[in-house]
């Protein structure tokens, strides 16, 4: 396993279980404690994690792994819920994604649909996520707006002040939230409040709002709101979401996808 492998499981085993051990890690990843040890410790150096005596826990209360540490977790699910949502827009519309695993798949479903090989433009997409713009400005069928901003590092998202001025000025047919967290009575949410402030102005400019989240997001609650479960028009998730969860969901009166 290449040491990028290993952190990326070292990270995603810490943000599980709040905490981990040397000796716990060492026998998962397959490797010597000692490797384990020099990893842990290279990774709080860059103040991803904090060092303990024997294994290392989380940095801060609400954790959030970077983008460029996760790995496909739940990865048929999200290209499932991508294919779901790309399916929703339409040849010419105007549309929104924020930063995140799950909008980057519906950034690449919606690039590879043949009804958008062509056009002028076949879709316009407004993102305030460098990755998903780097990906799509190769397609010349594509009109790529970026909101303009402060990049996070975190999540590639640029946010604060900056945005607004770009936001203001456009109108969208739909905007498509990737959230940590959705749940009935507390809305769609976001680790960062600078991240949730641009994804509110996405999803006010937007004709409708729909929520691509796996069922793993379903039910929680996180720190910063981007909006109330009665702002978003259509949540798109995987068939693991508990049908009592999907019945609030629907009386809240969403349409609910299941793929």
Known sequence: MSRDARWKELLELLVERGRLEVEEAAAELGVSAATIRRDLDRLAEQQMLVRTRGGAVVHGVSYELPLRYKTARRAPEKQRIAEAVAALVAPGEAVGLTGGTT??????????????????????????????????????????????????????????????????????????????????????????????????????????????????????????????????????????AAPETVRRFEEAGLRVVLV
């Open 103 to 240: 909008t980057t798949e519906v950034a690449r479903a919606l690039a590879v649909r043949g009804d958008l090989a062509s056009g002028s433009p076949a879709l316009t997409v407004v993102t305030n996520a460098l990755n998903i713009a780097n990906e799509l400005a190769v397609r010349p069928q594509f009109k790529i707006v970026v909101t303009g901003g402060v990049a996070r590092a975190q999540s590639y998202e640029l946010v604060g002040p900056l945005a607004d001025g770009v936001l203001d000025r456009i109108t969208l047919d739909v905007a498509v939230l990737g959230v940590v967290a959705f749940d009935v009575t507390d809305g769609a949410a976001a680790h960062d409040e600078a991240e949730a402030a641009v994804d509110r102005l996405l999803c006010e400019r937007a004709a409708r709002v729909v929520v691509a989240a796996d069922s793993s997001k379903l039910g929680r609650r996180a720190f910063a709101r981007i909006c109330a479960a009665e702002a978003v028009d259509t949540l798109v998730t995987d068939a693991a």
